[in-house]
Every structure is written in structure tokens, then in C-alpha cells.
């Protein structure tokens, strides 16, 4: 790999500074601070236009490259498929498209009607759509609608798909946000919303959902949807009891169970897909980071075929089908990638690597709980977080400024690592890092290593 030469970085420095609006960022930080801007990649190894290389902790960012960088056989796949044919859409198909929704329906096979599209937040859209339309063609006399979420859940940027996220720091300042939306207990433990205790508790915020259900009316609510661990909201993999209790009310009251497996699909948790480390069987799952690994933009929404076949209806019939479009979903390249990513995640057995590494890092990083900041450590596969707190007793969350000091320290050291949006008013005081599926025991290290240096820094 090589580094930028100085020129260039400067302009490109000073073009930044100019010009770019980035995600999630106040861009005062970059008055006084040199903006990272990241140049190549390799595996795990990331290098940046300054020449300095970092292991990549957060698989670019934000848990989407499952396989790692350099994948040469992704690029062939996508160039040799923009070559024969870029991009139709509409009612029309690729074979790439088919290729994958068969790819797909053979992962899931109790899932195999395919809908493509872009993002993470159009493939939710897309599942609260084809749910409230699946009630209407279902019971025309009833307004089933409502889609229930989770607190600390996130489900997306879009309007919708922010209403039903549970992270109160996404919402303020871009209401108001559409109605037919309402909230459960999020499934953290170690700060139990309902004051309880595992396993005491008799898993009662699994249990909220029945009392939601009938405060918002019976006949009223279309879905559920979680993410099978909470990723951004603090990584939160629920207890094995969790899920059978959510489903057996679905399935009680008629209600879709969603699973937004956007961050978990494809191998992140150390399985395929997240939720099958639970006995759960949902109507419909979303897809999207691990999908293409951010080769290309694509997601998915996948259904039952008895929720599909609600949609066919009379040919003549004007609204019956699934009047909805992604103009991008008809972007064959992007099928191509995710097709060639989903090979290589099956014949490297990265799903398995996951679940050893995963099981690696959380060792490691359970040591790190002799710091009396570290309040307690979760993870599931290559998924892993750090709840950070000012002592264990009180379990008060560490200043925001503790936080962003440890990620700039670990960086320091060689490896990035993450944090999450910072919560308004209950504060998300976790460290993440969720790495490529192809990391090594020596990846590992590093990253473990740097949370340590790091974690030595803190003095309160
Ligand atoms: N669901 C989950 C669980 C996510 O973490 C995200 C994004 N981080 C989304 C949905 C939204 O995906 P996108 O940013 O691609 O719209």
C-alpha cells in the first residue's frame, strides 16, 4: 500500500474542509483536528492518506465489511457484470438479482420471496410497508398498522424508520415524526428498565409487549420489529428466553415479527444470522451491511410466502400488489457483489471464524473488567462492547469526554475502534468494535491491546 504524497494531502485535506457534510459529525472537531481520511485496505488493515495503518475495528465504520478489503473475485464480479448489463429496474429482472433471491431463499428457506433495495433504513421501510399492506388486502374493515419497536433498537435514518427506533439521541430535532408507532422495553440487563433482575424477572419487557399490544388496541398493531442483538443501541444480546416470549405473543395477537439482521446478517454474530441463536422463526428479516460488505450499496427484505401471497390478486386489480420501488434495487452489479460476498463468507466458514475470534475477544475483553470503569462487557461474535461507568456501584455513565479520549487513544495505538451516538437523556456510554469475520488471533490482540492502553488513560 502507499501513501498519498504530501501535496495531495493537503488538498485533499483542504478540499475536505471545504466541501464535505459527513454523517453523525460536528465539523468544529475538524477546526483544530486533522480530518482522518482513510486511503486503502487490505483484510483488516486499513491505511490512511497521513500513511498510517490501523487495524480496522469497526469493518469500515459501521459493521458492514464482513469479508475484509481487497476482495479482488467481489470486484471482477461486479466490473464483469456492469460489462454485460449495469442496471435495469422496475418490473424487470437481472439474473443476478434471481441468482441472489435464490442465494437467499436457500439461507432462509422459511423466507424465500427476495426484495432488493439500497439501505439498511429503505429494507425496514420497505417490511413496515409490506406489513400494513398485508393487513389491508388480509382484513380491508380492520386498521391494522402499527409497528412496535424496542427502546435502544435503531431501524434507520428515514422518517419512518426512525420513528421506530428507539434511540431517543436520533429523534431530536427532526420531529415530527409520523404516528402508528409505539415502544417496548429494551432487553438490557445490567440496566434493567423495569427495575428486575435475571432470572427473576420472568422476562417481563419480552412480556411489555403484550400490555403495548392492548394499550394500543388489538386489532391495531401490524409488527414487531428487533434487532436480534442491539447493535448501536450498546450491544445488547437478549437472554435465549427473550425471543420464544416475543413470538408466542405475535403469534397470539396476529403480528408480523420483524428482525432487522441489517448489522447481524451474514456471519456477524458468529452464525449466519443473528437470530439463530434463539428459537425464533420471524415473518420477515431485513439485510443489508454484510450483505455486500460495502462492495455496493444493496439490501434486502425477506418474507414468507404466505405474507407474498396476499399480494396476488387480480391482474386488473389497480392497488392490490406491492405498489412500491427502489429505483437502485435495480442495480445488477450490486447482486453481482453480494452474490460473491455471500460464497466467500460460506467456503471461509467466516460465520465460524466469527464465533472463535468473537469468542477470543470477549475473553479478552472481560479482563478488562478489573478496571473500575468498566462496568460490564457483552458481545456475541465479532460483536462486542464496553459499558463504560464512573463505578461500578452507582453504575453512573462515564463522561462523554473519558469516551471520545479512549477512542482517540486506541487510534493512537494502531486500532479503531467505535462509539456510540451518545444518548439523549439516557446516556449510551458503550465502546464497540465489531471487526472484519476474516480477523486473526494477532487482530485481536491488538484491538484487546489498545482498549487496555486506553482504559489505563482514565483518571477520574
Ligand atoms: N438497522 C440497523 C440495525 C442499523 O444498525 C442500521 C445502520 N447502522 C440501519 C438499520 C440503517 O441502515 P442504513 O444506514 O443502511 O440505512
Known sequence: MS????????????LHRDHLWLHLTNHRAFESQEPPIM??????????????????????????VNVGYGRDSIIQAIAGQLKKLPYYAGSMATPPYILLAQKLASLLPDLPKVYISNSGSEANEKSYKIARQYFSEK?????????????????????????????????????????????????????????????????????????????????????????????????????????PVLQEICRKYEVLLIMDEVVTGFGRTGRMFGHQHYA??????????????????????????????????????????????????????????????IRIIEDEKLAENSAQMGAYLLEGLKELEKYPVVGEVRGKGLLAGIELVEDKKSKKPLHETHLARIVAEAKQAGVIIGRMVRSVPDYNNVLYTAPPLIVTKEGIDRIVGAFAQALAHVKL
Open 280 to 341: 425464533v422463526e420471524p415473518d420477515m428479516i431485513t439485510l443489508a451491511k454484510g450483505l455486500a460488505s460495502g462492495y455496493m450499496p444493496i439490501s434486502a427484505t425477506v418474507a414468507r410466502k404466505s405474507i407474498f401471497d396476499q399480494f396476488l390478486t387480480e391482474l386488473e386489480d389497480p392497488t392490490g400488489y406491492f405498489r412500491d420501488i427502489s429505483t437502485f434495487g435495480g442495480c445488477a452489479g450490486a447482486s453481482a457483489a453480494a452474490l460473491e460476498n
Open 139 to 243: 382484513y380491508p374493515d380492520k386498521k391494522k398498522y402499527k409497528i412496535i419497536y424496542r427502546n435502544r433498537d435503531y431501524h434507520g435514518t428515514t422518517l419512518g424508520a426512525l420513528a421506530s427506533s428507539g434511540q431517543q439521541e436520533r429523534k431530536v430535532k427532526f420531529g415530527p415524526l409520523p404516528e402508528g408507532f409505539a415502544a417496548i422495553p429494551h432487553a438490557l440487563c445490567y440496566r434493567c428498565e423495569l427495575g428486575k433482575c435475571y432470572p427473576a424477572c420472568n422476562i417481563d419487557c419480552a412480556r411489555a409487549l403484550e400490555t403495548v399490544i392492548q394499550r394500543e388496541g388489538e386489532d391495531s398493531v401490524a409488527a414487531v420489529i428487533v434487532e436480534p442483538v442491539t447493535a448501536g443501541g450498546g450491544i445488547i444480546p437478549p437472554v435465549a428466553e427473550y425471543y
Open 39 to 64: 486511503a486503502e485496505g487490505n483484510g483488516f488493515i486499513l491505511k490512511d492518506i497521513y500513511g498510517r495503518e490501523y487495524v480496522d475495528g469497526l469493518s469500515g465504520g459501521v459493521w458492514a
Open 3 to 14: 501513501a498519498a504524497g504530501s501535496l495531495e494531502v493537503d488538498e485533499l485535506v483542504k
